[in-house]
Nanobody
Framework: VQLQASGGGVVQAGGSLRLSCASS????????MAWFRQYPGKEREFVAS????????YYADSVKGRFTISGDIAKLRVNLQMNSLKPEDTAVYYC????????????????WGQGTLVTVSS
C-alpha cells in the first residue's frame, strides 16, 4: 500500500487548510487511518485517527475542536480539515494506515505517506 498526502501549503493564522491522503495501490482491505505531524528535530506526534469502520475518531487535545478527520476508508482515502490554524501547527503532516497498536504511537502504524508541509504564518 502506497499513500500519497497532499494539500499542504502556507496559510495565515486563523485560516484553514484541507489535507488529503489517498492510496495509489489496489487493496481490498479496510484499515484504520491517521494523521501525524512532525516538528524539526522532534518525534512524530499523533494528530487524529479514524477507525477502519469509519465510526470512531480520535484527536490530540491540541487540535480538538479545530481539526476534523474524515474519509472513505474502503478506498483508503482520508482527509484532515484544519481550521483556526495557529503558528504552532506548522509541521510536516503524514498520513498513516494499518494500526496494530495504540493509535497515538507512530510505531503502531504500518503504512506511511511521504508528508506534506503546512506552514502557518503569524
Amino acid at each position: 500500500v502506497q499513500l500519497q498526502a497532499s494539500g499542504g501549503g502556507v496559510v495565515q493564522a486563523g485560516g484553514s487548510l484541507r489535507l488529503s491522503c489517498a492510496s495509489s495501490g489496489r487493496t481490498g482491505s479496510r484499515y484504520s487511518m491517521a494523521w501525524f505531524r512532525q516538528y524539526p528535530g522532534k518525534e512524530r506526534e499523533f494528530v487524529a485517527s479514524i477507525t477502519y469502520s469509519g465510526d470512531n475518531t480520535y484527536y490530540a487535545d491540541s487540535v480538538k475542536g479545530r481539526f476534523t478527520i474524515s474519509g472513505d476508508i474502503a478506498k483508503l482515502r482520508v482527509n484532515l480539515q484544519m481550521n483556526s490554524l495557529k503558528p504552532e501547527d506548522t509541521a510536516v503532516y503524514y498520513c498513516a494506515a494499518q494500526r496494530t497498536g495504540p493509535y497515538y504511537y507512530p510505531t503502531s502504524w504500518g503504512y506511511w505517506g511521504q508528508g506534506t508541509l503546512v506552514t502557518v504564518s503569524s
